[in-house]
């Protein structure tokens, strides 16, 4: 566990030579991304001081954010007329929106529209001079790039409740087992837990599985 005092983002790994791509996505305890119709109101209520200072420090550092149609349409809904630092910030920010069925030019400040490939628009970001990538909620999104081997850090915000019967469909419902590795764990209010992960690869480039259960000789 890392004290709250020494919390900072995760950088690139020196050996990086691509621009590395932080998938985050907050979550319930039971593993859903927003409640049945899709509101996240229920993790506003655990936004404490440290985590609200928390916030404002991920998104001060240099970034180019990665977004899916559903987020754009909700987070483009709230920030544009959203008063304080955090949403001077997320206006500010250049964010690149996937969607193969919003139209040119995009209402919500310094966005631009991606409608190639998700992997292959990502590939040639990542091999672009830049600051890091930050891909935020867009939770299909994020399962095919993890699928496709283009995410170095999996941030997973883990709030204390469990929505149950009333949770969208579980967030790692059709994922392929894959192997992380624990990079770093924050405690944030004392009851929400920041897990950054690094996916495990071969020396293909191929997400790792744990090998099968061999049978128990009788």
Not at 27 to 47: E, I, N, R
Not at 75 to 99: D, E, H, Y
Not at 190 to 197: H, Q, R
Request: hydrophobic letters at 40%; charged letters at 20%.
């Amino acid at each position: 566990m890392v004290p709250y005092s020494l919390v900072g983002v995760l950088k690139p790994r020196i050996w990086e030579r691509m621009r590395a791509l932080t998938a985050e996505l907050f979550m319930s305890v039971d593993g859903f991304a927003a409640q049945a119709d899709g509101d996240q109101s229920c993790f506003m209520q655990f936004f404490g001081q440290e985590m609200t200072r928390y916030v404002q420090r991920v998104l001060d550092a240099p970034q180019v954010i990665v977004i899916g149609r559903k987020t754009y349409q909700l987070l483009s809904g709230f920030w544009p007329t959203a008063n304080g630092p955090q949403a001077a910030r997320m206006n500010n920010l250049p964010k690149i929106v996937f969607s193969r069925t919003l139209k040119e030019p995009l209402a919500w400040n310094n966005s631009r529209l991606a409608k190639g490939d998700f992997g292959d628009e990502i590939r040639a970001l990542k091999r672009q001079a830049g600051d890091p990538i930050r891909l935020i909620g867009s939770v299909k999104l994020v399962e095919t790039l993890i699928r496709l081997n283009l995410v170095d850090r999996l941030r997973l915000v883990v709030f204390p409740v469990v929505l149950g019967d009333s949770g969208r469909v579980a967030i790692f419902k059709n994922y392929e087992q894959t192997r992380l590795q624990l990079a770093r764990t924050i405690v944030l209010d004392s009851n929400v837990n920041v897990l950054e992960y690094q996916p495990l690869t071969n020396a293909q480039g191929v997400h790792e599985r744990p090998e099968p259960a061999r049978p128990t000789p009788s």
